[in-house]
């Protein structure tokens, strides 16, 4: 079975940052990439970025570059990501998402990271 | 960045009834067009890839169409378990991009 299980949800502080992480089981994890997507509060998704943990390639969204950085460990399946310089606008329910190396069909989804900035 | 229009924001239909919701993609994603369902507190899961292809275990009263550059998502005989937020995701080219949701209800 596949799973994606993310790590808790955290509180923290404008400016500071915070690191994610993504663990893969159920299926190779070299064998797909992996996906980010941000839902802010009652909004709909944005496509963060996604990183191809095999040769450890990444591609953003222009609006993420700066904020978001992408990471693999093939060595324990596991993907991550680091948002910096936190602001509200960073408030959010963060996603992995496992995609298809060469369709980027997103078809297997973690349960999200609420991620809540304030001091 | 391809846009994604996707109609209607809202919908409230009967059970057993027929639905339909549409993206319409601003340049051509060919077949890169999948569907979501996202209920409260959850995350999305996948109903259609492909435009038209069933994913694993989702009923077939779920359909996905194309014309041109218009996506539909159809829904035979709506059920109560059907409620929550449709979205469409065009995964033809970076940045990948989502419609802004339908949100389902059942009246």
């Known amino acids: 079975e596949v799973k994606l299980q993310q790590s808790g949800d955290e509180l923290v502080r404008p400016g500071a940052s915070v690191k994610m992480s993504c663990k893969a089981s159920g299926y190779t994890f070299t064998d797909y990439a992996m996906h980010w997507v941000k839902q802010s509060p009652g909004q709909g998704l944005e496509w963060i970025g996604t990183?191809?943990?095999?040769?450890?390639?990444?591609s953003y969204n222009q609006k993420f570059k700066g904020k978001a950085t992408l990471t693999a460990d093939k060595s324990s399946n596991t993907a991550y990501m680091e948002l910096s310089r936190l602001t509200s606008e960073d408030s959010a329910v963060y996603y992995c998402?496992?995609?298809?190396?060469?369709?980027?069909?997103?078809?297997?989804w973690g349960q999200g990271v609420m991620v809540t900035v304030s001091s | 960045d391809i846009q994604m229009t996707q109609s209607p924001a809202s919908l409230s239909a009967s059970l057993e009834e027929i639905v339909t919701i549409t993206c319409q993609a601003s340049?051509?994603?060919?077949?890169?067009l999948s569907w979501y369902q996202q209920k409260p507190g959850k995350s999305p899961q996948l109903l259609i890839h492909?435009?038209?292809s069933l994913a694993d275990g989702v009923p077939s009263r779920f359909s996905g169409s194309r014309s041109g550059t218009q996506y539909s998502l159809k829904i035979n005989r709506l059920q109560v378990e059907d409620t929550g937020i449709y979205y469409c995701?065009?995964?033809?080219?970076?940045?990948?991009?989502f419609g802004s949701g339908t949100k389902l209800e059942i009246k």
């Open positions: 995701l065009q995964h033809y080219s970076a940045p990948l991009t």
């Open positions: 998402a496992r995609g298809d190396y060469s369709s980027y069909i997103l078809d297997y």
């Open positions: 492909s435009a038209t």
């Open positions: 990183i191809i943990p095999l040769i450890d390639t990444t």
């Open positions: 340049q051509d994603i060919g077949n890169y």
